[in-house]
């Protein structure tokens, strides 16, 4: 097995020497100055030593490291700050930030921090400068082996220019046993995590280890809603020479047993009309470009057959300790999606010798190379450029290759993707089309990127679409509210009030300091608030998913990085703060409620200044989903189209002004 970290970054977590009682303390100002100040400290305090992965931030030293571990919870830290901010959050306002010790339980600081005060400590208050003082303690103690052992981040990040960044101690109280984590956030360092992002803030220069997937609960998907059985209603389009029969249940479509067991296990009973159709298909060793709304099953209905077919025909797995040559290869746009469909791959494979893999940027290169050379992966599932990352170091090569997926594949083949799809589908060693399946799969197929598509696809491929290509789901009841911009603020927190409980709302924004804005704002009005930007560390990405599944967040605030393939249990609303630039983000994103048969509501706040353009497309979309149409909407859209601009679909905010910083843009969001 490959033991050694690709790239300089990585030895810090690979050094098994720990640094006992060293605290290193940088202090850098993320303005142009480039100033920077390290300060390194030296504990001389052997009760560290059990639980060195606690770590903490400060501007200015007042603070001391109690004299035992124990004493130092027992000792509590409170902010002084925090009775006014009123932050469940993990978001929290005004930078002061001093804290001192009090005799204060434990509990009492978790509950007025929030869980998540030492992962996501920032300041957006706007007028601290100079006054950073706070510090990050940055491990919570762990109650049950009296270590610290969370993982959070130590950071310490104060908007108005100073972040504090740590040097996490490595020891035994650690994260799955690796040592600390570094933060850098100077605007100076590259970070080396292989995902393709040149320089960027808040990025670990130590990248991050993801737990393992868990266990059936954590990954336990929707249950079926009152309306599933609408779906067979849907009309079913196929087109192709020749198409397989569909099947009308998992078990007359042959599936082998333990998958079978697999389905019952998650209790997966009647299968979605994507399903019925798609399983054949791919047993079949058909090539399929498959459309079907949003939330209907899509990703069993490609893993299933592919998972039968590995088991039905295996061949030996090739790799070795420098490359691996997986058998499937998954791509997908967002970090959380991989980890979702591979999830899924988990769950259905189980009680066979199948092997997963899995890359996705933001996290360890090391981690996830000595993951997948340990014992070779069948399905490998992969953001594109963490993939192609491994592929450049001939990590990954394709030789084996049986089947090549893209999920949300009118996204990969779009701008910013398709690039790194086409280096993957032309490197030298992947079959070419006629020798591997391709399957690719989607709610969205606009025609010109089903055009693109055929080209990666035997010309005897099938096409699969249940009910309208590109439709919304008629379960999401769709609201479109029309909110100039100063009043959208008021307007959504009115919105949440009305709720009768706002548990399970998305709320997506177009900016990602928008959402940060959004989400503090909601913080401090007591509505505990998460959220998922592009800019926010993956830990910190995937800690906001949790704190929503596990209901210890209310509402998440979102970029388009959460608008695709996110399937989270208990979603009753969504909120289009900002709308989208197109009628298809739109669709993926009030598909997130609404899911497999249930019920959701999605709100859309169109501000005429800035979604005209919109309004032909959105009237489509509300009338075949049955939706009610405002009259108001209606006049925008005939204005619209008697405006000879109209037409220019994904253009339609070139009159916003926006600078290149503030705009989540696509690569950076979906990466
Ligand atoms: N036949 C089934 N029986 C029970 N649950 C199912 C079935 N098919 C899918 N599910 C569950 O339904 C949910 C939605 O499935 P999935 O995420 O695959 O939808 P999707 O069509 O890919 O949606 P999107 O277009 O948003 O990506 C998941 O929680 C999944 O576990």
Known sequence: MEQNPIGSSESNENNQSPTINEWSYKCQTTNNDNFEQTLVETFNDSSINDNSNAGRHEGHSDFTISENTQNLWNNQYESKDNQDNKDNSGYRRGGRGVFNKTNHSRSSIEKSWGHDFSNNFQSNSGNTRGRGRGRNFTKKFNEENNSFGDESNNSFNNQNGI?????????????????????????????????GLKIKENKHSVPYIPPDIENEESIAGIEAGLNFDKYETIEVKVSGTDPPKSVTSFHSSGLQEVLLENLSLNKFSTST?????????????????????????????????????????????????????????????????????????????KGTDIRNGLLYGGTSVGHQKSKILQRGVHILTATPGRLNDFVEKGIVTFSSIKYFVLDEADRMLQMGFKQDIERVLKHPTMPPNNKRQTLMFSATFASDIQYMAKSYLKPDYIFVAVGEIGGACKDVVQTILQVGKFKKKETLLNLLKEMDDCQGTIVFVELKRTADYTAAYLSEMDFPTTSIHGDREQPEREQALNDLKKKKMKVLVATAVAARGLDIKGINHVVNFDLPKTIDEYVHRIGRTGRLGNAGKAISFFDPEVDGQLAPELIRILSNAEQEIPSWLNDAAAHMCATPAFGDFNDIRTNVEVTSEMVATEEEECW
């Open 163 to 195: 972040t504090a960044t740590g040097y996490r101690g490595r020891g035994r109280g650690g994260h799955r046993g690796r040592g600390g984590r570094f933060r850098e956030n100077s605007g100076g360092f590259y970070d080396n995590d292989g995902d």
């Open 273 to 349: 009309p994507i399903q019925n159709y798609s399983i054949p298909i791919v047993i079949a060793g058909r090539d399929l470009m498959a459309s079907a709304q949003t939330g209907s099953g899509k990703t069993a209905a490609f893993v299933l057959p592919i998972l039968h077919n590995l088991l039905e025909n295996p061949t030996s797995l090739v790799y070795d300790e420098n490359h691996c040559e997986p058998q499937v290869v998954i791509m997908a746009p967002t970090r959380e999606l991989v980890v979702q469909i591979c999830e899924c791959v988990w769950k259905f494979s």
